[in-house]
């Protein structure tokens, strides 16, 4: 990768973060938009809006954010403990 392109990338991504979890904060059985959702993340919006965004669809969202950089924080550690960017998890048995 150029290093032109590496300072801009984390800031990318991070906007590209907010955003799918913005947009996973409206989508499910109970539609709502993207205006909407904030104000019921705020506690401002509908009642039953203001339940289903900060009792399922916020933690949901915070969970997978959480698992998805424990994740990325293994695989980079078995990369650093075997000094290999194309390590395997079945170097130590863990694929099964």
Request: proline content about 9%; glycine content about 8%; charged content about 10%.
């Amino acid at each position: 990768m150029p290093r032109a392109v590496l300072p801009y990338s984390l800031p990318l991504l991070l906007i590209v973060l907010i955003g799918i979890a913005a947009l996973s904060l409206t989508l499910g059985a109970y539609p709502l938009s993207i205006p909407e959702s904030l104000r019921a993340l705020w506690g401002t919006g509908e009642p039953i809006a203001v339940q289903v965004v900060q009792d399922i669809r916020l933690p949901r969202t915070l969970g997978a954010i959480l698992v998805g950089a424990a994740l990325a924080a293994a695989g980079t550690a078995y990369q650093l403990l075997f000094r290999n960017p194309l390590v395997s998890p079945d170097i130590l048995g863990v694929s099964s």
